[in-house]
């Protein structure tokens, strides 16, 4: 069983846990299988519009009892980051989530003498927000953090632009590089790895682009589930693939 290869797993959650507010069927209980075997499990994820208790709540509602420790988010990611390096106050183009995440890390939210400016997804973005920002590294000559850089984000009817977007945007505007948190940005994988003290894991994605390329990048294996892939794009050649989560278990 492929379960037996590693000793612990960072699981991400659109498109192998869950596909918008649907959990995919087995998934919820493969984390359980897991837990029994007491194997330590991390989810990744880019999502940079919630809080982490917010994830929580929607995993619970799926009967999924996950620890905020175990949530390991692109949004709360970005603010580790930002207290890493000594950001101390920022301007958000994202949701009130993200801004209560970044708080929660001990970031100061404002659009005044601000250290960094923060690029997360929020669907309400607009024009004046890209001009704030614009304007903010331009007058502060501060950097610009993408907290993931996802080109689109999946919806029932479509994608819309995702942070990638937004954020190519503010830099062809301000002439600077985004430095971007989550997949395939080996950050998010380090924060993940380091709460685990063991040294054979594998990430669990379905997007070859972000989980596959990130695992690579952050010295892991990597194990691409097709059957419910959010996004198919080009990536590296995985060192599994699985149909769902269920088949961890497969003899
Ligand atoms: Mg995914």
Known sequence: MLVDDYDAFLVDLDGVVYVGDEPIPGAVDAIERLRE??????????????TRDEIRTKLAGMGIDASRREIVSAAWATGEYLRDRGLETVSVV??????????????????????????GHDDTTDYADLTRATRLVHRHD????????DAVVPQPDGPIPGVGAIASAIETATN???TVIGKPERRLFDYALASL?????????????????????????????????VRSTDGPTPDATISGLADLFEE
């Not at 075997?37 to 919630?50: G, M």
């Not at 990430?203 to 059957?227: E, K, N, Q, W, Y």
């Open 176 to 178: 600077r590089t985004a």
């Open 197 to 229: 003290e063991t040294a054979s894991v594998a990430m669990i994605g379905d997007t070859p682009a972000a989980d596959v390329a990130g695992a690579s990048r952050a010295g892991i294996d990597a194990i691409l589930v097709t059957a419910h892939a």
């Open 142 to 149: 501060v950097p610009l953090v993408a907290v993931n850089a």
């Open 94 to 119: 994202g949701t009130g989530s993200l801004r209560a995440e970044l708080e929660r890390g001990g970031v100061v939210v404002a659009d005044d003498a601000v250290d960094a400016v923060v690029v």
């Open 37 to 50: 075997r007491a194997i330590p499990v991390r989810f990744v994820t880019n999502n940079s519009s919630r």
